[in-house]
């Protein structure tokens, strides 16, 4: 079992900036795939950014040059830093592990879930 808990959400302006934790427990999260996922509402779960555990880095075209996705394999922690952030940006994020080290965007990839942390962007 994997236990991810989020945190670092809340509300800020457009042009704001946050930044999201993932603390795991259960298994050491150095040897595998991490992503962050994002639901607005009425609309459908999509990955923002994806890192495996040699560096490699996936992003949405919508997160590229303002989202930072990184790792802290000593504290078995991932972040995802947010700048620039618009309303569009406004949802639920949750970080997700996956076995296996390919950066897929499916979210049916993934197996194990966060609980979510929600950003409200105002205008």
């Known amino acids: 079992q994997v236990q991810l808990v989020e945190s670092g959400g809340g509300m800020v302006q457009s042009g704001g900036s946050l930044r999201l934790s993932c603390a795991a427990s259960?298994?050491?999260?150095?040897?595998?795939?991490m992503g962050w996922f994002r639901q607005a509402p009425g609309k459908q779960r999509e990955l923002v950014a994806a890192?495996?555990?040699?560096?490699?880095?996936k992003y949405v075209p919508s997160a590229k040059g303002r989202f930072t996705i990184s790792r802290d394999n000593a504290k078995n922690t991932v972040y995802l830093q947010m700048n620039s952030l618009t309303p569009e940006d406004t949802a639920v994020y949750s970080c997700?592990?996956?076995?296996?080290?390919?950066?897929?965007?499916?979210?049916?990839?993934?197996?194990?879930w966060g609980q979510g942390t929600r950003v409200t962007v105002s205008s």
């Open positions: 997700a592990f996956k076995f296996g080290n390919l950066l897929l965007s499916a979210e049916g990839s993934y197996n194990y």
């Open positions: 259960g298994r050491t999260l150095s040897n595998y795939a």
């Open positions: 890192i495996s555990s040699d560096g490699s880095i």
